[in-house]
């Protein structure tokens, strides 16, 4: 937190008299605030919702106060706030009472104006909607993740306390890779919890500390880890999409280099297109390619309960997502997040897609965004211009050359040993599924084993195949009309195709 001691240092000795620590993490954010104090020479007073305490004169007070009769407690006697800091803990519980408004106030007027002297109130909570009324008072401060260096030494030296024996080189930097993001208590967690088996750190602690960083994440309630599972081979189709995928993963792995030559860091892709066609599969096998943690952002996730609540939700993902760079980031179905703006969508979205809208067009870290949509005519135009993504593709029906990987694919991860016999009527099955997605292509085949086992028969044959696809409604079947009007809008748009 090297960046954020600095700013604070430098904000408490600009006499600034609110500042506003939006964090989560607030053991880490407290020792830092501590080692401020001790370096300007100021006492530390603390309110939470328990007690207030002053740990310069040690004074504590043990029964409950409320926020507003302890700030009146303060405001008693200038002399108590004299060359101090008084931190406030979950202030955004309160900052929409207007007794709670009206004393930070008078409190910060009153050391602008130099009524007391070397006075800085922290407010330390995640951020939410700032009163008008403090806005001029008010500096917010955002502590930054661990850099990759800052990680690097929590591990050597919780090895160090531990008299442990160091990693590899390429075992250390794959561990600094994974715990990117996470505040420090976390990585201090997880280290303890690596080590606390066999005393080491050993690449057979990489899958739970993966795991630990898995659920961390999705304890944030706005980001999730995907674990990666397919790669390009397993897309039957989609050769342009795949082919300008693997030029983007050339870039992504050479990017010094590449940057030297004059080349930007990729920004990302907007996949659009027919359900069930592959579009979410991409985003996994992307992640494969590129060789990165793969995030999912679920924009449903974002909308708050609490006023600000929502925006403060989507500042803290794009800040958990860039301290993870390099990685790509899959926001799925983008429609339904960002349908009705300028058109009588609600303010809270409209402030969310004005954050995430510069943030892809200002965007210079190493976090590639693949973006997938179903009804591309619901999203904002500002969203479809040059700048927001790379490029954007859309994803058709698979032709026959298609279906039959499609079919070939899903037979052989799960019958390979009947792909061969299979083989010989492949072009009568790629015949009888005209107008199937991928996903009905999948759904036949896994109908098709499951009817063969039942029936006991040592081996898949076309036959259960041929069965299952009578049993199936494709996708052309139930969404004809809205499958023309989609391929239609993405042709007008001259959106580039996936498929040769």
Same mark, same amino acid.
């Given at each position: 937190?090297s960046?954020?001691?600095?700013k #604070?240092?430098?904000y408490m000795?600009?006499g600034?008299?609110?500042?506003?620590v939006?964090?989560?993490?607030?053991?880490?954010?407290?020792k830092?605030?501590?080692?401020?104090a001790?370096?300007?020479?100021r006492?530390?007073?603390?309110? /939470?919702?328990?007690?207030?305490?002053?740990l310069?004169?040690n004074i504590?007070?043990?029964e409950?106060?409320?926020?507003?009769?302890?700030?009146?407690?303060?405001?008693?006697?200038?002399?108590?706030?004299k060359?101090?800091?008084?931190?406030i803990?979950?202030?955004?519980? &309160?900052?929409n009472?207007?007794?709670?408004?009206?004393r930070?106030?008078?409190?910060a007027?009153?050391?602008?104006?130099?009524?007391?002297?070397?006075?800085?109130?922290?407010?330390?909570?995640?951020?939410?909607?700032?009163?008008?009324?403090?806005?001029?008072?008010?500096?917010?401060?955002?502590?930054?993740y661990?850099?990759e260096?800052?990680?690097?030494?929590?591990?050597?030296d919780?090895?160090?306390?531990?008299?442990?024996?160091?990693?590899?080189?390429?075992?250390?930097?794959?561990?600094i890779?994974?715990?990117?993001? #996470?505040?420090?208590?976390?990585?201090?967690?997880?280290?303890?919890?690596?080590?606390?088996? /066999?005393? %080491?750190?050993d =690449?057979?602690?990489?899958?739970?500390?993966m795991?630990? *960083?898995?659920?961390?994440?999705?304890?944030?309630?706005?980001?999730?880890?995907?674990?990666?599972?397919?790669?390009?081979?397993?897309?039957g189709?989609?050769?342009?999409?795949?082919?300008?995928?693997?030029?983007?993963?050339?870039?992504?792995?050479?990017?010094?280099t590449? *940057?030297?030559f004059?080349?930007?860091a990729?920004?990302g892709?907007?996949?659009a297109?027919?359900?069930g066609?592959? *579009?979410?599969?991409t985003?996994?096998?992307?992640?494969n390619? &590129?060789?990165?943690? #793969?995030?999912?952002? /679920?924009m449903?996730?974002?909308?708050? *309960?609490?006023v600000g609540?929502?925006?403060?939700?989507?500042?803290?993902?794009?800040?958990?997502?860039e301290? %993870?760079e390099p990685?790509?980031?899959?926001? /799925?179905?983008?429609?339904?997040?960002?349908a009705?703006?300028?058109?009588?969508? %609600?303010?809270?979205?409209?402030?969310?897609?004005?954050? &995430?809208?510069?943030?892809m067009?200002e965007?210079?870290?190493?976090? &590639?965004?693949?973006?997938t949509a179903?009804k591309?005519?619901q999203?904002?135009?500002?969203?479809?211009r040059?700048?927001r993504?790379?490029?954007?593709?859309?994803?058709?029906?698979?032709?026959?050359t298609?279906?039959?990987?499609?079919?070939?694919?899903h037979?052989k991860k799960?019958?390979?040993?009947?792909?061969?016999?299979?083989?010989?009527?492949?072009?009568?099955?790629?015949?009888?599924?005209e107008?199937?997605?991928?996903?009905d292509?999948?759904?036949?085949?896994?109908?098709?084993?499951?009817? =063969?086992?039942?029936k006991?028969?040592?081996?898949? %044959?076309?036959?259960?195949?041929?069965?299952?696809?009578?049993?199936?409604?494709?996708?052309?079947?139930?969404?004809?009309?809205?499958?023309?009007?989609?391929?239609?809008?993405?042709?007008e748009?001259k959106?580039?195709?996936?498929s040769r």
């Amino acid at each position: 937190m090297s960046k954020f001691k600095e700013k #604070l240092e430098q904000y408490m000795d600009a006499g600034l008299p609110l500042i506003y620590v939006d964090t989560l993490d607030y053991g880490a954010v407290m020792k830092t605030i501590q080692v401020s104090a001790d370096r300007a020479r100021r006492g530390l007073i603390i309110w /939470d919702q328990r007690r207030m305490r002053d740990l310069q004169d040690n004074i504590n007070v043990e029964e409950k106060e409320s926020i507003d009769s302890a700030i009146d407690t303060l405001l008693t006697d200038h002399s108590n706030l004299k060359n101090k800091l008084v931190v406030i803990e979950d202030v955004h519980f &309160f900052l929409n009472k207007p007794e709670v408004i009206s004393r930070l106030r008078e409190i910060a007027n009153d050391i602008n104006e130099g009524k007391i002297e070397d006075c800085t109130i922290i407010l330390l909570a995640p951020l939410g909607d700032i009163p008008k009324e403090l806005e001029n008072y008010m500096t917010i401060l955002v502590p930054e993740y661990p850099t990759e260096q800052e990680i690097k030494d929590m591990i050597l030296d919780k090895i160090e306390e531990n008299d442990a024996r160091p990693p590899e080189k390429v075992l250390l930097d794959r561990m600094i890779m994974i715990l990117k993001g #996470l505040s420090e208590t976390a990585i201090d967690t997880i280290l303890s919890l690596a080590l606390a088996d /066999d005393g %080491s750190l050993d =690449a057979s602690d990489l899958p739970m500390i993966m795991e630990q *960083k898995q659920q961390m994440v999705k304890k944030s309630g706005i980001l999730e880890m995907v674990n990666v599972k397919n790669s390009m081979d397993d897309i039957g189709g989609l050769e342009i999409l795949k082919d300008w995928l693997m030029r983007k993963a050339e870039i992504f792995g050479n990017y010094t280099t590449a *940057k030297e030559f004059g080349v930007e860091a990729p920004k990302g892709v907007l996949i659009a297109g027919m359900p069930g066609c592959g *579009k979410s599969l991409t985003a996994e096998a992307a992640a494969n390619a &590129f060789h990165v943690p #793969l995030l999912r952002m /679920d924009m449903g996730r974002l909308m708050g *309960k609490y006023v600000g609540e929502s925006e403060s939700n989507m500042r803290r993902a794009i800040q958990l997502t860039e301290a %993870s760079e390099p990685c790509v980031l899959w926001i /799925d179905e983008l429609e339904k997040a960002f349908a009705g703006i300028g058109g009588g969508g %609600s303010e809270v979205t409209t402030r969310l897609f004005g954050t &995430f809208l510069t943030w892809m067009q200002e965007k210079k870290s190493m976090v &590639f965004v693949i973006a997938t949509a179903n009804k591309i005519q619901q999203l904002p135009p500002e969203l479809l211009r040059k700048g927001r993504f790379d490029e954007i593709f859309y994803v058709e029906l698979p032709n026959k050359t298609e279906r039959k990987k499609i079919f070939e694919i899903h037979i052989k991860k799960r019958r390979p040993q009947d792909l061969q016999a299979i083989s010989k009527d492949m072009n009568e099955l790629v015949e009888k599924t005209e107008g199937y997605c991928g996903a009905d292509i999948e759904g036949v085949v896994r109908e098709a084993i499951e009817t =063969a086992f039942v029936k006991k028969e040592d081996t898949l %044959s076309s036959s259960d195949i041929k069965e299952a696809i009578k049993n199936t409604n494709s996708l052309s079947d139930i969404m004809g009309d809205d499958l023309d009007k989609m391929k239609k809008s993405y042709e007008e748009r001259k959106f580039k195709k996936a498929s040769r």
